[in-house]
């Protein structure tokens, strides 16, 4: 039982920016029922520290409990719409899938279409995705990472909330297998050499790719994002990494 005379715990705060700004936009009734009715098959209940989209430090899950299985993990970081990561579920029925994503909306097109497949080998969790990595997944649990067109926050004085910066490849690494695989694509140019310093100076990780990017990645549907940034005349950028072994 908590002491009444105890002094109050000093509140907790972000101490860096984070990669997205959280919006309240309106769901349609489709999303809201959606919301509803499938949560409790594909929503992982995750406790919170100070803000809505965090994760409390210390409350990990056991993906084995939550899928009732051992199998590949593959987790997709800001999945939007889920358009990538539902068609890799349906077809890998074999490997488990988490979906991160901080958009409720986004989130709720997902458990529609994933259900409307017939998909049960997803789950999704409603936080920002740094705390996923550092705290709700187990260490060396994960076989992939997947991040497909994070928000570029293209304007220079917004850079430092981009996603793959400094700091991040640890996390990634952290929650990566030894051998585990880290996907990027990007149709930012100056965005995706960005990626590719930072990835390139980080430890954890070795390119599998020969020459200046990797070739497109087969398992990655094309998506209206996708095909909206080509008629834009943007090239798309993948890079590929390995998790090299953890030293003793």
């Given at each position: 039982?908590?002491?009444?005379?105890?002094?109050?715990?000093?509140p907790r705060f972000r101490d860096k920016p984070v990669s997205f700004v959280r919006r309240s936009g309106r769901m349609?009734?489709?999303?809201?029922?959606?919301?509803?009715?499938?949560s409790g098959t594909y929503l992982l209940e995750v406790e919170r520290d100070a803000a809505a989209t965090s994760i409390r430090p210390g409350s990990t899950?056991?993906?084995?409990?939550?899928?009732?299985?051992?199998a590949r993990l593959v987790v997709e970081i800001g999945s939007g719409q889920g358009h990538a990561i539902v068609h890799a579920a349906a077809a890998d029925p074999a490997?488990?899938?988490?979906?991160?994503?901080?958009?409720?909306?986004?989130?709720?097109r997902t458990m529609l279409d994933a259900d409307r497949e017939g998909v049960r080998n997803l789950r999704l969790v409603e936080a920002n995705a740094p705390e996923v990595l550092e705290h709700l997944l187990p260490e060396a649990s994960v076989d992939e990472v997947w991040i497909f067109f994070p928000d570029p926050w293209?304007?220079?004085?917004?850079?430092?909330r981009r996603l793959i910066a400094d700091g991040f490849p640890a996390l990634a690494a952290r929650a990566l297998r030894d051998g585990g695989v880290l996907r990027?694509?990007?149709?930012?140019?100056?965005?995706?050499?960005?990626?590719?310093?930072?990835?390139?100076?980080?430890e954890e990780f070795e390119a599998t790719f020969d020459g200046e990017w990797a070739a497109r990645f087969e398992g990655r549907i094309m998506t209206a994002f996708e095909r909206k940034g080509i008629a834009k005349g943007r090239d798309i950028r993948d890079l590929t990494y390995r998790r090299r072994p953890r030293t003793p």
């Open positions: 039982m908590p002491d009444p005379d105890a002094p109050e715990a000093a349609s009734d489709a999303q809201e029922r959606a919301w509803d009715e499938l899950i056991d993906p084995a409990a939550e899928f009732g299985r051992a490997t488990d899938f988490i979906a991160v994503e901080v958009f409720r909306a986004g989130l709720a293209h304007k220079t004085k917004h850079n430092k990027l694509a990007t149709d930012w140019e100056d965005y995706a050499l960005q990626m590719r310093e930072v990835l390139a100076g980080a």
